[in-house]
């Protein structure tokens, strides 16, 4: 039997080795045995057990320790012996691994060869001593053996140097980074390396260690340590790798723009403004955003600032851990000749470290995968810098070692134009000034893609820039305007080298993304086109994060560059088949249907519903917390609309079409632009035509009406509401014919038309036939608005009271805003101008706080007349700016006759 304390104290027995647990029963063992055969008082055994703060009742749990001691560890093969005053653990000292070890130790002083002796009793060695126990009298007794420890492999390393000095620089490497400061380890080692044949290493040890004392203790080496210097400096081998200064830094780029904010955050870095230590910045960002450029850049122009050299390696060609291979040409490149160079990385990586350790050295780290790679390559000394250069992520280089991190983005508009005018010259961007704009645009302003079209415009000055942007329109599609001979600068090879370690999932939704249209997309829409639970997705999805090929904007919306979209929509038509594809667009058109139709349902409570298809399998919908939020959601994705009915229409789904059009309407209708509900409702009417649906036909004549009435084109308008009403016939929708017949009324108003009435009447009589009482009210309203235009005001305001009562208790805000202004409007033509203002108010406070902007601003215009009728000019002034505010945010060109007529009144008054 051992009993085992150099490491978690155990009992060793023939072919088994058995944990002592609990901790209390390990300690009342270990404070027998470190006096095996000898009397422990219990005085001693309380406080080794429980310190100086010995518990009341200690002395029967004391009892019951030893008792399951006795019991449960040794049983039948040792005995702790109660003794007057004590116990006695009664066992040979061999029994115990403490007493072998020092026994040994001791045997060794007498043998003219003392490293076998030593080299067992230092194989004793398991770990830290009493691993886990706690107490003051335990951690005692592991300084106490630490320094044992080390004494007696000091005097193994001494012994064996002369016939295997590989084996003492291996054992004492380690002891050497565990006590810094001793000199005696130093001069063990340092005296091993030199005998090793290292001897390079051995002086970097001795400046290393040297730097340590000056800066921790403010002293200079000891007698030991300087003779062992002497000794090194009087060899013949001692080459001083310190006289080396390498120089390995690429060239810098011709007509680097740009970066000021990056640039200066490099260069606080270098200067030092943090504690002493050595500094660290990882650069990244998408492929092709100039990386390199920016480190390659800065590292000239500060090279002044490491006088010991530059060192840069291109971690891309070598394995993603394997610093070995990429150590020794650092080595060398610092002055130590090839055969001195460890075969061992961790001896390497120590000797790296040491030479790096009284110098100023910038080390430049390029294409790193990841911060595992990266790490045995740091300069760790005070006063170097390393630059690493990665396209993914490593923010975990900023835990470890408080790196800096500077991520890229494109550049902006002005050093986009300038990086063109340092290839091209100014005079020729500035005699196509359109051209350049547009290159400028269709390269993402990307610094690769830019510079890929400067080197095709440079090789000729007849070349128009004009034929270039035509050139690059295809970029919309694929990338072939970046075609390049050589792999480093062609576009395509650049985006696959990011993706070429990403796993096969994260590659498959990387694909998937270049088949949306839009610039960003949500999450639930990604996961849609991949068939994918949300939470996968997003797991999915923050691994092309950190590889910088997609990033997060608000909300959590994912979005990629636009000529990264274009690569992986070429990655998809090259590894996707078509089933598959056509399966991921519908999909995608299933997430946007569904959720636009979601979001109508909670912000127009009052619109009509339609009937949807199942979504496909693998297809979400977004789950919105409330009107705000679906409301941000519309805004977010009404930009990708147009792109996403052209896909529809092109996959030949039709019904998807006109009903994801519809599904936005009434968002765009009031948010605008106008216009471009023009050009979405016309591929929503083919869409309808080609399936005969004549609903589906007037719901998208309906938008258009409403559209052209918004841009003041009447005329426009009624040819449209006619055509929706007459496509009414025989379909038996009373409400949707009743909500034309109110539509088209106020365009014919205002073409002075004595139509108008006979409509609005019409609109009633449907309303009433189906008992809507809302759509009733707001055909009173516009009853009561003729009635006005018409001087007969009481009825006008008997009809507006009655109109806004019902929408009020309806609950239907819009309607409510648009009777109070029917109301003001009427007080204000009779010369109740008071209550006139008071009702304008209320009816601007309702339509904002439903999004309605557009009558909105209409309604401020009036109320601004209004102020201005009762001499409060500043008050109109006031609404006539909150009035141009309405129309800006819907990009209104009536915000510049608002404004004209707000400077006009200010010049007047």
Not at 420 to 426: D, H, K, P, V
Not at 740 to 747: A, D, E, K, P
Request: aromatic share 4%; glycine share 8%.
């Amino acid at each position: 039997m051992l009993i085992r304390l150099l490491g978690p104290v155990e009992v060793e027995r023939p072919g088994q080795v058995l944990p002592v647990r609990p901790p209390q029963v390990a300690l009342a063992l270990a404070a027998l045995a470190w006096e095996v055969g000898r009397v422990v008082p219990v005085e001693s055994l309380l406080g080794r057990v429980w310190g100086e703060r010995v518990p009341p009742g200690a002395r029967r749990t004391l009892y019951t320790l030893i008792t399951r001691v006795r019991r449960d560890v040794l049983t039948d093969e040792g005995a702790v012996v109660h003794r007057p005053g004590g116990y006695l653990l009664d066992l040979d000292d061999s029994a115990v691994d403490v007493s072998r070890f020092r026994g040994l130790a001791e045997r060794a002083t007498t043998e003219p060869d003392p490293a076998r002796l030593l080299g067992e009793a230092l194989e004793l060695w398991r770990g830290d001593p009493l691993t886990g126990l706690p107490g003051e009298w335990a951690e005692r007794a592991r300084h106490r053996l630490h320094d044992e420890r080390k004494e007696n492999l000091l005097r193994w390393a001494r012994a064996v140097t002369t016939h295997d000095a590989a084996a003492a620089v291996a054992a004492l490497s380690p002891l050497a980074d565990e006590h810094p400061l001793d000199e005696l380890v130093a001069v063990a080692l340092i005296e091993a390396l030199h005998t090793w044949g290292r001897t390079a290493e051995a002086l970097a040890r001795f400046a290393g260690v040297r730097r340590t004392l000056a800066e921790e203790l403010g002293v200079e080496p000891g007698t030991a340590l300087r003779r062992a210097h002497q000794m090194l400096l009087r060899s013949g081998d001692a080459a001083d790798p310190a006289r080396v200064v390498p120089a390995q830094l690429p060239g810098d780029l011709r007509g680097f723009v740009g970066r000021a904010a990056e640039l200066a955050r490099l260069t606080a870095a270098a200067r030092g403004d943090q504690p002493p230590a050595a500094a660290v910045c990882a650069i990244s960002g998408p492929p092709g955003v100039g990386k390199s450029s920016l480190a390659l850049h800065w590292a000239h122009l500060n090279r002044d600032r490491f006088p010991d050299g530059q060192l840069h390696a291109d971690l891309g060609t070598v394995g993603p851990a394997d610093a070995a291979a990429v150590l020794p040409r650092f080595l060398t490149a610092l002055g130590v000749p090839e055969a001195q160079v460890p075969s061992d990385v961790e001896a390497r990586i120590g000797l790296y470290r040491s030479l790096l350790a009284s110098r100023r050295v910038l080390v430049v780290l390029d294409d790193a995968r990841g911060a595992d790679q990266v790490r045995p390559l740091l300069a760790t000394a005070p006063g170097c810098l390393t630059l690493v250069i990665s396209r993914s992520e490593l923010s975990g280089l900023a835990v470890t070692t408080g790196a800096s991190l500077v991520r890229l983005d494109v550049l902006p508009d002005d050093d986009a134009h300038r990086l063109l005018a340092a290839r091209l010259g100014e005079p020729r961007l500035a005699a196509e000034p359109e051209a350049t704009a547009l290159i400028i645009r269709r390269c993402g302003r990307l610094p690769l893609a830019l510079a890929i079209v400067a080197a095709q415009l440079a090789q000729g000055d007849e070349l128009p820039l004009a034929k270039a942007a035509a050139d690059l329109a295809r970029a919309g599609t694929d990338l072939e305007p970046f075609a390049h001979t050589d792999p480093a600068v062609d576009l395509r090879h650049v985006f696959g080298r990011s993706c070429r370690h990403l796993p096969a999932p994260a590659i498959r939704l990387f694909r998937r993304l270049g088949l949306h249209p839009g610039p960003a997309l949500p999450l639930a829409a990604a996961a849609s086109l991949a068939a994918l639970p949300v939470e996968a997705a997003g797991e999915l999805s923050a691994q092309l994060v950190r590889a910088n090929l997609v990033d997060v904007r608000a909300r959590g919306r994912l979005r990629t560059h636009d000529l990264l979209r274009v690569y992986a929509a070429e990655l998809a038509r090259a590894v996707d088949n078509r089933a598959a594809l056509r399966a991921a667009t519908r999909r995608l058109l299933d997430y946007y249907l569904h959720s636009a139709c979601a979001a109508s349902e909670l912000c127009y409570l009052h619109r009509e519903r339609l009937t949807l298809e199942p979504r496909a399998r693998g297809a979400v919908r977004e789950r919105f917390a409330g009107p705000v939020e679906a409301l941000r959601w519309y805004a977010d994705e009404a930009v990708a609309l147009p792109s996403l009915l052209a896909e529809a229409a092109a996959a030949g789904l039709d019904r998807h079409t006109w009903q994801l059009a519809w599904a936005f309407a009434e968002f765009m209708q009031r948010h605008g632009p106008w216009e471009q509900i023009l050009s979405v409702q016309a591929v929503a009417l083919d869409a309808a035509g080609r399936l005969g649906d004549r609903l589906a036909q007037a719901r998208s004549h309906s938008s258009i009406a409403r559209a052209h009435a918004k841009l003041g084109l009447e005329r426009e308008a009624v040819e449209h509401f006619r055509r929706a009403i007459d496509l009414h016939e025989d379909l038996d929708e009373p409400v949707l014919e009743a909500h034309l017949h109110l539509g088209v009324s106020t365009s014919l108003n205002r073409l002075r038309s004595g139509e108008a009435l006979g409509h609005v009447l019409r609109a009633r009589e449907l309303f009433q036939q189906v008992g809507d009482v809302i759509g009733e009210a707001r055909a009173l309203n516009n009853a009561g608005w003729l009635h006005a235009e018409a001087g007969e005001y009481d009825e006008a305001l008997n009809h507006c009271r009655r109109a806004q009562r019902i929408l009020a208790e309806s609950g239907y805000a819009q309607g409510e805003g648009h009777a109070w202004d029917s109301i003001a409007y009427v007080l204000a033509a009779k010369g109740d101008l008071a209550q006139a203002v008071t009702c304008y108010e209320r009816a601007v406070e309702l339509l904002r706080g439903c999004g309605d902007l557009h009558p909105a601003a209409e309604t401020l215009v009036r109320l601004g007349e209004t102020h201005l009728r009762t001499g409060d000019t500043a008050s109109a002034l006031g609404a006539w700016r909150r009035a141009a505010e309405c129309y800006d945010t819907l990009g209104d060109t009536q915000a510049d006759r608002v404004r004209a007529r707000i400077t006009a009144c200010d010049q007047r008054g």
